[in-house]
């Protein structure tokens, strides 16, 4: 098992996963973890692009803890890479234990968003730099 100490990156989403996330057996769902993590990166591609940005690749998904109801799940992502029109955002998920407050890194992936105009076509990525 992957180590590390703490948070990379800026938090970019913060919530609670509650009973409604969960599957019958009690245990959240996979993919409301990969909904906030879309949510939260895609917040900080749209800070960066200044324009509509859409999702076009998600890469290296690992659960490497389960989240339980009542922890406290927090996003943190960056921008590693500006391309022409697209942009690599690793985003980090860590929950803080309900009741104990114990600090686990619980899931990372690496998101790909594309900046596109009105037509949903792709345009470049102003650079800030
Ligand atoms: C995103 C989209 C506009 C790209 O269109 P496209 O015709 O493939 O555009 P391009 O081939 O010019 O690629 C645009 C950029 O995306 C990158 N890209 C395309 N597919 C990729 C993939 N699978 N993984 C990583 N990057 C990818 C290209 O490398 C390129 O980057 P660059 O400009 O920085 O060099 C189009 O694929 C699309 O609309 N996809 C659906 C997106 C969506 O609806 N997401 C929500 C899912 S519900």
């Given at each position: 098992m992957e180590e590390a100490g703490k948070p990379k990156g800026e938090l970019v989403i913060r919530t609670i996963a509650m009973?409604?996330?969960?599957?019958p057996s009690g245990d959240i769902f996979g993919g409301w973890i990969m909904s906030q993590m879309d949510l939260g990166s895609g917040i900080l591609a749209l800070k960066t692009a200044k324009t509509r940005v859409v999702t076009v690749a998600m890469d290296g998904?690992?659960?490497l803890q389960p989240v339980r109801v009542g922890d406290r799940v927090a996003c943190y992502a960056w921008v590693e890479k500006i391309g022409r029109t697209s942009m690599k955002i690793p985003v980090e998920v860590w929950v803080e234990r309900y009741m104990t407050g114990e600090q686990v890194r619980v899931t990372h992936a690496v998101f790909t968003y594309v900046a596109i105009g009105a037509d949903g076509r792709p345009i470049a990525v102003q650079r800030q730099d």
């Open positions: 009973p409604a996330d969960t599957n998904m690992s659960f």
